[in-house]
Each structure stands twice: as C-alpha cells, then as structure tokens.
C-alpha cells in the first residue's frame, strides 16, 4: 500500500554514484543572479552549539498552506542550509515530488558562495524522475541539483504545489537529522474555516500570531535527531504538529473525514465494491475448503493461498494508493499489494461465511500517534477476520477483543513467512484502524508473548589438549525467531547459505571450518525451523602450561553496549519479545580435570532476565542459560537498568572454566 504523504516534501535525495553523474549531466547550466530576499536575510545566521560532525544546518524552513473553500490547497516550501562539512554536499539534491493529483507551479534553487557570484537554477533545469519502489505508479519527482553544495556555501530552493488532497491535514516536521535555527508554518484558511493542532514530542506551542483567516506558529533552535544504535525508527520520534482544518459547524463528510471513527467507515466504503467476490473467486474457495472440517481449517486455507499464492506487486494510480483493485481483478492476475491481498482474502473468506474488514496498518511501531486522526500517517493494510462465539483461540496469538466488532484475528497476507494466528513483529504493540461500516476502531495490536518466540540452540562438542574443539549444532526457531531466520535463508541462493552460518560462527570461533549444514521444514511456516550444523575450530582454548581455558558459551552473544557512552537521547527498541535458551556439552580431552568454574549468574529486569549455570558431570562441562526479553521498548529513565543489565550479562559471557592436566 502507498499512502502520499500529504505534507511532507523529499527536501534531499539520495541517489547512486551513476544516477547522480546522469543527473549532472542533463541539468542545464546554472545561471548567476540574485538570491531571494527570504534567502539572502538568513545566509550569515549561524546555529551555537553546533555538534563537530554536523554536516550542514538548516538555516531556514518554511511552509505555506492556502486553502480554497472546494478544499484546493496550494503549498509554498521554502528551505536554507548552511554546508558545514564535504558530506553535506547531498543537501544540494532536492527532489518535489508530484503525481496526477499533485501539481509542482513553482520551483527555484539557489547558491550563495563565500566569494563570487551567487547561482540561480529553474524548473527548467530540473530532471523528471519514477518511483522507484513500486511497480508502477504515478508518483514522480523533480531534480535539482544545486551546484557548489560545499563547505562554507549557502544553499536555498523555493516550490509550490497545488492539489486536492483526500484529507485536509498537514503534517509539519519540525525537526530533522540535522540543526534546524528556524521553522516556520502558515495555514491561510477561506472565511469561516475552523483548525486543530496535535503537538507530537514536542511540547505544544501556541500560534504566534492569529488572524480570522490566518494561522502562524513558528520554532527556534531544534537539535537533530542523532542515529543511535537500537532506536526506535525516525518518523515514531520525530518532533512534528499535525494540524486538521474544516468548515465551521458544516458537515466534513465531503471534504474528507476528521476522527478514527470517520476514516473507518470512509475506507470502509471506498473498498467495499472491490470486496465483490467472481464466480471464479466461488469456485476457489469450494476447492480450497472442500476437506476443512473445522473453522480454523476452513480461514487456514484460505489465509495461506492469499498469503502464498498471490505475488506482492503494487500498480498505484491517484486513488490507487489509498483504494484496493477488484477482487476478481487480483485473482485473475494472481499479483497485488498489501491492501489487494488482503482484499481478495476478504472476498474468499466472505464466500466461505466468515466476516472481516480491512485494516489500515502501519508498518514502524511508534509512528501512529492516537491523539491524530490521520489516515496519512499509514503506509500498509493487513485484514481483522471475526472471530465466532465460542470458537477456541488457543492456537491464535493475534485476537483481540474490539468494542462493538467482537473477537477480531488479525493476519497479515503479505508477510510471507508469518504463519496464521500470529503477526509479524513491527505489528505487534503497534496500532492498526479497523476499517468497518459503523465506524473505525483504532486497536492496538497485542506484543506476543516471550515463549512464542524461541531459540532453542543445543551443541555437543569435544575439546583436544591442543584447545581445539570439534562438533554439532542444533537450533530450534519458533514465531519471529522462525520467521525472520526463513526470510533470510530463503532469500539466499541455496549454495551461498552456508555463508550466513560462517558468518555468525566468525564472530565466536577462530580458524574454524563449516564441516556440515542442513535445515528442516525450511518452506513450511506453519512449523517450527530446524537448522543443524557441524564445525571444527583452532585455538578455541588457551593453553597455559598445564592448564586450558575454555569459554563455556561458545556461540551467541546476548550482551549488548547500547547504553553505553553519552547519555541517550532516544528509548531503546527490541525487534520482539522472546526466549532463548543455550545447551552446550563439551567433554573434556583425556587426562584433565575440571579446576575452577564460574558461579551461576542471575539478574532480572522488568524488560529482560538472564540466568546461567555451569555444572560438571565426570568428563562433561554443561552449561546452560536463558535470555528472557519482556518488553520491546526501554524508555529513558531505565537505561541505568538495561545497562547494569547488559554489564551482567557481558561479564557471563566472558567468563572461563580452567581445565587442569593431570600427571598420567
């Protein structure tokens, strides 16, 4: 599914090395002339207390919103950086996207050089470019490339655009990865229009001038947002306002919906006359259902062939991004998006007597924000099947009980490797808007369950007095630890799959070789996946005279130092809960005996736990432990934990069992 994006521009763009010399190459010459006043007022600003490694600033931003009473918008956009450092350079791509909605009326680019003339580049100078992550779609982009984006230089470039979006809703990003000194937002509204705001992490800020017709907020000195190992994805942190406008005690309804409860039922009747099942879509599901003797058989089968039979390809045109294609036009072509295969499963379901409703998703925990009503800020659909009175649902991990709809099972279609009753895990903990006739529900999805997701990895292995060691592996995998294992091994050429192990091995053992490697139910997600390995490895102990010593944890590593160094300025993010457990046996070379081994470890958070133990059985050295993730996300105020935490764990992980070599 796409969603555009209604407010926010691409204002920088990343390209290849060859697509970036392509477009060098057809851009016009640049022509020297004078800066705008808006642009020439801010090129000696500076931003204090600007990090080294900062790249460039933003000196100035600025977005202009006019809206006509038949809700035509025009937005002006304009933006100013400072280049500070070479790789600021790709702030001198600017992309406008447009599409057959969209139209770009304006567009301008400026460089204001330390010495020398300043540059000037039009429209005209610009190159056209496709979407390159759809299939096929209208949304394109404009080029610019700005010449002399370097060190020192200040860069500038103005555009408007007219459209007339499907909602009236801006989202203003105030914030970005990089400084910004001033932003400002202007909302021009026809006479007896009416405007709410939704301040998201940021502190709510008050208009700083009001007019009958007019609205301007504007904010200084915004830090950027620095990447910081295991954060929670950009947009769910981002400091941003979302602001919704509408005609003062007039009805909405053909201007666009302005609650959770409105977008629901207005999706719900844009895709309900895709939802019309064929009679070859009747016929399908008579020979798919034909054995099933249970309801949870019957929804199984038919959940699978959307999910495996229909390849994921998105065609996307204007009303397309938001709107599914027919049902019986997705099964003949076998092929659609999100929201078209969870279309045509609808249609089948309904066909075998089961009700569902689509369900707008997205695919980053933490973008949704409940307190703003927006169907923009979704870029996925997944569908709610009805759950009967009295059906058991032992063996479904993703029902949730919705006020007025009942027990919903929410499956995705297009995650290919996620069996039926669970849900991929950027969904789980996260917010979906069940699309139904009498009214959207916001739901949020329910975080499974540590034990849904386990590895389970066993070894046996034999240690030589030349601290080599020798032996096998096997791992276990269940839910997203299944899941995310068989897209990566799928996605992999069977003869380079072995490399993913060396890989994982080369971070545990030194001069090791791969001797075997196989895997089990690899192509069924339904069940649990086997993965089976073998493998010698040199120096694994260190000899010390008479003495070995051998790491008892010989592979994995569950420490981690994402609380370590500067203080934090974002929450840590875990991919999902779930439950690893470690079994290791290594039998001891002839002649030594077992002199000091490590205490057994325990330490236990609200977020995550961790036990471990090491026993001696005769010639055999047994260790075993667990790792326990609770909760997806750490917020601030617990770092102290996770990093006492993870000091535990780490310390575990390096300690050592001292082998001592008898006299014969």
Same mark, same amino acid.
């Given at each position: ?178 400084? +910004? ?83 629901? +039922? ?246 090791f070789h791969l001797t075997k490697a196989s895997t089990g139910d690899l192509d069924n997600v339904g069940e649990p996946l086997a993965v089976k390995y073998g493998f010698t490895a040199e120096r694994y102990a260190k000899s010390a005279g008479d003495l070995l010593v051998v790491r008892p944890r010989v592979l994995g590593q569950k420490a981690d ?35 000091? +081994? ?67």
């Amino acid at each position: 599914m796409r969603i555009k994006w209604s407010s926010k521009p691409l204002f920088s763009f990343s390209f290849s090395a060859a697509f970036m010399l392509l477009v060098v190459l057809l851009i016009s010459s640049p022509t020297h002339a004078d800066a705008p006043a808006w642009l020439t007022a801010v090129a000696h600003d500076t931003y204090p207390g600007v990090p080294a490694e900062t790249s460039a600033v933003i000196l100035y931003d600025e977005q202009e919103t006019t809206v006509q009473a038949n809700g035509d918008i025009e937005t002006m956009y304009r933006r100013a950086y400072l280049i500070l450092r070479p790789d600021g350079r790709n702030y001198g791509s600017v992309a406008v996207p447009f599409d057959n909605e969209t139209k770009i009326t304006w567009m301008k680019a400026w460089c204001i050089p330390k010495e020398g003339k300043n540059y000037e580049l039009k429209e005209k100078d610009a190159v056209e470019v496709g979407n390159f992550e759809s299939f096929y779609s209208d949304d394109r982009s404009k080029v610019l490339e700005i010449p002399a984006a370097t060190p020192g230089n200040v860069i500038g470039y103005e555009y408007r655009q007219k459209k007339r979006p499907f909602f009236l809703q801006d989202e203003w990003w105030i914030q970005e990865r990089i400084p +910004v000194l001033r932003s400002r937002f202007t909302l021009n509204l026809p006479a007896g229009w009416e405007f709410s705001a939704k301040w998201i992490h940021y502190p709510e800020q008050k208009p700083t001038s009001q007019t009958a017709t007019q609205v301007v907020w504007a904010v200084d000195h915004i830090p950027g947002i620095k990447k910081e190992p295991s954060m929670p994805t950009f947009r769910s942190v981002v400091a941003r306002m979302g602001v919704t406008y509408f005609p003062t005690g007039g009805s909405t309804k053909a201007l666009g919906p302005t609650n959770w409860e409105q977008i629901g +039922v207005w999706y719900s009747n844009l895709s309900a006359n895709s939802l019309q099942a064929t009679p070859e879509i009747q016929q399908k599901v008579k020979e798919l259902t034909a054995n099933s003797k249970t309801w949870e058989e019957k929804v199984g089968v038919l959940a699978h062939y959307a999910q495996s039979q229909i390849r994921y390809v998105d065609i996307e045109i204007g009303i397309g991004g938001f709107q599914p294609h027919p049902a019986g036009d997705i099964y003949r072509h076998q092929y659609g998006d999100c929201k078209d295969k969870a279309t045509l499963l609808s249609a089948m379901l309904h066909e075998a007597g089961v009700d569902s409703y689509l369900a707008l998703a997205q695919v980053f925990r933490g973008v949704i924000a409940p307190e703003f009503a927006s169907a923009i800020t979704f870029n996925h659909a997944i569908l709610a099947i009805r759950v009967p009175e009295g059906q058991d649902t032992k063996n479904f991990h993703s029902v949730v009980d919705v006020p007025k709809l009942g027990k919903l099972l929410f499956f995705d279609p297009t995650s290919t490797y996620t069996p039926f009753g669970f849900l991929p895990t950027y969904e789980q903990d996260n917010y979906v808007l069940v699309a139904a006739p009498q009214g959207g529900q916001l739901v949020n999805l329910p975080l499974g369950s540590p034990d849904l997701n386990r590895l389970v990895r066993s070894a046996k292995l034999q240690l030589f007095p030349d601290g080599s060691v020798t032996g096998s592996v096997e791992e276990m995998r269940y839910g997203a630890e299944a899941s995310d294992e068989r897209e990566i091994l799928l996605g992999t050429a069977g003869a380079d799959r072995s490399k993913i192990l060396e890989t994982f091995l080369s971070n545990f053992l030194r001069g090791f070789h791969l001797t075997k490697a196989s895997t089990g139910d690899l192509d069924n997600v339904g069940e649990p996946l086997a993965v089976k390995y073998g493998f010698t490895a040199e120096r694994y102990a260190k000899s010390a005279g008479d003495l070995l010593v051998v790491r008892p944890r010989v592979l994995g590593q569950k420490a981690d130092d994402v609380a370590e160094g500067d203080p934090r300025k974002f929450p840590v993010e875990f991919e999902s809960a779930s439950l690893q457990t470690d079994d290791f046996e290594i039998t001891l070379p002839p002649g030594y005996t077992v002199e000091d +081994v490590p205490a057994p470890t325990k330490t236990e958070s609200e977020f995550a736990s961790y036990a471990s133990q090491v026993k001696v059985d005769g010639n055999v050295i047994h260790y075993t432990r667990t790792f326990q993730v609770k909760q997806v996300l750490v917020p601030l105020d617990k770092l102290d934990d996770l990093k006492k935490f993870y000091r535990q764990v780490a310390a575990d992980e390096r300690s050592s069992v001292v082998l001592h070599h008898g006299a014969n």
